[in-house]
């Protein structure tokens, strides 16, 4: 049995079949038996979504005590119809579960511009809110219902000490199915029994979603619907976090770093028709941000990403990329390599292209993890991202989806 | 007979096959009679090929009277025997033309962290400097000396009044050979026998370019050696434009726009392994930079272009890349328009999705020349650009390009 949402103190959570998605459950619902210190991270995209815009509006005072999200319909670009069903979604899960409706965020993905079935949703939420469950199957449902395109459920689940008490982080995400989040929906919900400020909490989960739902996007490229929501009890009854210098929070802010990063490399590694999933790493840059940057624009790259579908050592394409980040680096200080972590090849030293075999290199290229890493010869700090390619099959699967 | 830059005054070129490509001409030679007021644009790439870096220093004082241009290498990350190689290519040019140093702008395309092939180079220039001539063939000749991957030579020529003055204008142009500039070298070089300050020049092809070749562009994104550059010989002799208020002056600029936007179409046109060609149009924006930014980032989008591709009219992404385009618009007083030139079909009114005819839309957009139109009804300005669709043809074709 795997430890998963139902593992943190005081959750449960279902996933259910109303009929919105064909085949797949649609309707998953995470409840708090307290409510909890909340955080969230929502897309930058100008069009916004029904949910989010009454997500953010709900999260504002730092409160949550569930989540009810659908799938199959995105309630986005669908206007007063759609934000009458974003607002009966949090209505009828707030009555009944006898809370505030403040206390409800609500998130949706699927198609966009189709009217919002708001009559099978509400009704879904009445028929399975006495479902909710601490049982195992239970967080396993929760995670297949909130998937659209993904081929699998994205769970991870982490137990830590934290100030000397026992802590359980479990979260669950979808992908966007495909590459970057601009390309459909990224969705993560994290439940954690730590007790911590709403303050702390808001700062730590912008932080860490820097870190790793953002490396695996475009910069400012989200979907109408994005959202990362963490939810943390206090029910593990250790002494509330309220300061970067208490004991423990470092750990926490590190188990939070490794969940996200551990829920966005498994949404890549289930980007729609991709054959490779590639790290890329700056070291040595003069500061994170710009690693960052370079690291977005490289892994973006359609060029770079068909060289590395062609198992081509194309590094051209990789330092034409880094030029177009918008930040300066020197080129003539930099080291290129390009291949899989085990095997790491020299292709620039100090901006100048090394030799190397080319056959050697096409036989690491074959393998499905590979590396790329910059190296700017100018500072101490680090960056690192995830992406894939661009294959042939991923034009095919996205030429054809509405129709 | 074509008329081309042979037919504007004071011009002769020439283009020729030095080997270093294996079968196709690869060094163009342009040469005006008279030094020209001269004005360019270059890559805001961060890496810079080393012709860049020359003729961006050579441009300085407003005057050229020669361009010459190799295709094979594009000269760049090629380090200091690079540099050398680009220094020889102008020297040798000055010299047998007699000419000064700082006349002379050089362009490179083709493969990245190849070293240069200097010698081929330069005896090509020595060779071929003395068949610089003003027939029609060596303009044609010219035209192709500048291509890689592109199927055509893209070549454009007018001829129009300046206060009563008959002036003719020509360019040639070279593609990506893929559908953005970030994946390949763009360069574009256009003679006319106006007389006109260097000054003024400046300003005016700046303008232009916005208008024409970075309309085809992700803004910022541009390879290592992108290049438009203009000269103008005076052979007309109509008395100098100094100013924006002199007579005939909104006809320069007109034409020097109309012959940038042919010469930029073509290049969509030729775009590898695409097989439709995208007319995006912003009307009634609060202002034109608004709507050429909401333009870019849809045109650049991977999911419009592969939905453009399978002849989805799926309008959701469409308003998603625009939510992405970092510029406020007010999504509900949008209107927007799918089809071609002759059936445009709304899809959106006020925000609102609208009922259309599913099969006659996937007729309609079987089409090769299509149109998205979108209005967003909060203002007087519009914006106009093109692109292309994306292929599993173009991703086959670029997984593959070095090996």
Redesign the interface.
Known sequence: MIKNLTNVRGITCWGAHTGVKSMRRDLALIYSEVPASAAATFT?????AEPIKLSRKNIANGKAQAIVINAGN?N????EQGRQGAEAMVKTTAEELGIDEGLVLVASTG????PFPTDDVVDGIKENIGKLSNKSNAGSFAANAILTTDTFAKEGFLEFDVDGIEVNMAGIAKGSG?IHP??GTMLAFIVCDVAISPKLLDKTVKAAVDKSFNMITVD?????NDMVAVLCNGMAKNPELTSTKDPGYNTFKAKLEEIMIHLAQTIVSDGEGCSKFVRYEVVNAPDEVMGRKLIREISS???VK??M?????????I???????????D??KTDLYLGSDKELVKM?EK???QDFD?NNM?RILRQSQLHIKMDLNSGKHRAEGWGSD???D???F??????
Do not use: H
């Open positions: 930058k995209n100008q069009v916004v995105a986005a670009c669908t206007g198609l966009i511009g189709e495909m601009n390309m400012g490229d989200t979907s109408t790259s359609t060029l068909t060289a579908f062609g198992r081509d050592p194309n590094w051209g394409r330092m034409c990329a880094a030029g177009n980040a918008g930040v300066p680096f080129f003539e620039l901006g100048k292209p080319r096409k661009l294959t042939t991923y034009v095919m996205n030429s054809v989806y509405t129709t």
